[in-house]
Nanobody
Framework: QLQLMESGGGLVQAGGSLRLSCAASGSISSINAMGWYRQSSGKQRELVARIISGGSTSYADSVKGRFTISRDNAKNTVYLQMNSLKPEDTAVYYC???????????????WGKGTLVTVSS
């Protein structure tokens, strides 16, 4: 059974840092893009950062220069290092992965259950 195990959320003061992790497991053949989205109360889910298999990254303008996405292909894990956190970064952060299961020819998109990040002022 496929699992996306997120960790690293919590409460932090403004200006602080957190590191999110998302590990994919369960008969995985290949992973293409991995990313982080977030959704705050009353708002739509938005892309925070994304990294493709070749290592190219993209970021939302609001987090450029503060957040860094990286991946460990050997561990099927994606990370989000969040520095200089602001109260407006408060949201549930979701891991999102495009991967191909063993025995399948198709890449499919999967979501984690989310981890809450709260930044106090």
């Amino acid at each position: 059974q496929l699992q996306l195990m997120e960790s690293g959320g919590g409460l932090v003061q403004a200006g602080g840092s957190l590191r999110l992790s998302c590990a994919a497991s369960g008969s995985i053949s290949s992973i293409n893009a991995m990313g982080w989205y977030r959704q705050s109360s009353g708002k739509q889910r938005e892309l925070v950062a994304r990294i493709i298999s070749g290592g190219s990254t993209s970021y939302a303008d609001s987090v450029k220069g503060r957040f860094t996405i990286s991946r460990d292909n050997a561990k099927n894990t994606v990370y989000l290092q969040m520095n200089s956190l602001k109260p407006e970064d408060t949201a549930v952060y979701y891991c999102n992965v495009d991967l191909r299961r063993s025995g399948s020819l198709l890449f499919m998109n999967y979501w984690g259950k989310g981890t809450l990040v709260t930044v106090s002022s």
